[in-house]
């Protein structure tokens, strides 16, 4: 399974981006997919998960309301909808995957930047 991330950039605090990441291979055997992010000089962190039909969604404290996941499973597709950015945000956003009923993240993307700027 690879999976690739897009839709960083560059905003201002307060705006927003869409990331995404594709999936290609063994699709089929990925299930719960999820954000991480690495900020500089710091350790990666979970972000947002969501489930395989996309009912069930966990979120980290710093980003609850702030920040949505969503998958189109006929696309093969996890998006991260963020909103009002903040400076602390800045990091490099990466997807992952876990194998049907695994419980280790086992698939990761190569990460996209977003820099916020205040």
């Known amino acids: 399974v690879q999976l690739q991330a897009s839709g960083g950039g560059l905003v201002q605090a307060g705006g927003s981006l869409r990331l995404s990441c594709a999936a290609s291979?063994?699709?089929?055997?990925?299930?719960?997919m999820g954000w991480f992010r690495q900020a500089p000089r710091k350790a990666r962190e979970f972000v947002a998960s969501?489930?395989?039909?996309?009912?069930?969604?966990d979120y980290a404290d710093s980003v609850k309301g702030r920040f949505s996941i969503s998958r189109d499973n006929a696309e093969n597709t996890v998006y991260l909808q963020v909103n009002s950015l903040k400076p602390e945000d800045t990091a490099v956003y990466y997807c992952?995957?876990?194998?049907?009923?695994?419980?280790?993240?086992?698939?990761w993307g190569q990460g996209t930047q977003v820099t916020v700027s205040s």
């Open positions: 992952a995957g876990k194998r049907t009923f695994g419980t280790t993240w086992d698939y």
């Open positions: 969501i489930n395989w039909s996309g009912a069930g969604t």
């Open positions: 291979g063994r699709t089929f055997s990925v299930s719960t």
